[in-house]
């Protein structure tokens, strides 16, 4: 039986996009990385992790278009019928292709904010209400992320030229806050344990 087949073509091409976008992830460069500390993670870290998802999705597409193979009396209509077939795929990799490349320009919380909120409105529904629940969904995981990575694990993301103040005002005051509160609970600590011991 042959397991070469349509799926498994768009397969193998999904799986090389990830790889040319994994290496061209490496070539993201800011002024705040032009020296990285060691063990420092750099700007590519992020869409790399994103690259990695959507390898393993290509790589269960790939398994499944071998085990499992379209019938092969399928027709798709031509290229219009195989790009509607297709259209999903294809404009994940076309966006996350614009949000690499504005990364730089924009920076990484920007950028992620309008990467995330266009594949939802482009994928999903785009009626009204789930319009707001695409705003409340990405601020929570944009956000989210970018709070845990730059505020408690303390990574430098990537700022971008036209939002470099904006980004530096948010680490400043978000990221300033949070380190302050955890100085007051390590403030306290020692005065908590000596209480406890004349306890």
Not at 73 to 81: A, M, P, Q, S, V
Not at 126 to 140: E, Q
Not at 158 to 164: I, R
Request: glycine share 12%; with cysteine.
């Amino acid at each position: 039986m042959n397991r070469f087949n349509r799926d498994t073509i768009i397969a193998v091409i999904l799986l090389l996009l990830v790889g040319f976008f994994a290496y061209t992830s490496f070539g993201i460069k800011t002024p705040v990385f032009e020296r990285l500390a060691p063990g420092q993670m750099g700007p590519g870290f992020w869409p790399r992790i994103i690259l990695a998802g959507l390898a393993i999705m290509g790589l269960i597409y790939l398994f499944q278009s071998v085990v499992s193979p379209p019938p092969p009396g399928e027709k798709r209509g031509g290229l219009i019928g195989w790009y509607r077939h297709y259209k999903n795929p294809i404009w994940c990799f076309a966006v996350f292709a614009a949000f690499l490349t504005i990364i730089p320009v924009l920076g990484m919380l920007i950028a992620g904010l309008i990467f995330v909120f266009s594949l939802m409105t482009m994928l999903g529904p785009k009626d009204g209400l789930a319009v707001k629940r695409h705003v409340l969904t990405t601020f929570g995981t944009v956000g989210g992320m970018w709070f845990i990575f730059a505020c408690l694990l303390e990574v430098q993301l990537p700022k971008g030229q036209l939002t470099g103040a904006f980004d530096e005002w948010l680490l400043v005051n978000v990221c300033g806050i949070v380190s302050s509160i955890g100085g007051l609970f390590a403030d306290a600590g020692p005065s908590c344990s000596a209480l406890m011991t004349s306890v």
